[in-house]
């Protein structure tokens, strides 16, 4: 995913291209607590969550892929079962969480944390019939902005 790289007080922050929001084909907005009500099923999409009071919380990406916040530990975690075929978890040592920015294909998840200054991306490997993005646990508040991604068009001459 291209990206753009930005340094402010020592910290290298990566955020996407700002041409990726042309991909956008519909969008839906919804309260942390609200969104499991929308039953999403997408194989690409763009998921932005706002966070206004953080807690604890599972966020299932693809089935078998997800993203955990343990505010004890100060712990962000991003674990897979079959679907990552050899890699089990990957996790970083983090404050506070104000904001997640997810991009999602049929093969690779992009996760900003923070602005970017977090950031993870693997290769997944699941079915459409996995796809579907819920919150499992969580106490949090915010607000999350969903996006269904179409495709790329490549002209060639």
Known sequence: MPRVLTSKTGVI???????????????????VKAFNDLELLAD???????????????LQLRKGACLSYDIEKHLLCLSFDACGYGRDKRYVEVEDIKNILVYA?????????????????????????DNQIRFMETAMDGNVHFYELGKIQIETK
């Open 13 to 31: 922050y990566q955020t996407p291209v700002e041409e990726l929001h042309q991909l956008r084909t519909s969008s839906y907005t919804s309260t």
């Open 105 to 129: 294909d049929t093969s690779s998840l992009e996760i900003f944390v923070n602005d970017g200054a977090i950031v993870f991306t693997s290769r997944v490997y699941t079915t459409h019939e």
């Open 44 to 58: 690409c999409y763009e998921m932005a969550i706002d966070i206004e009071k953080q807690d604890n919380f599972v």
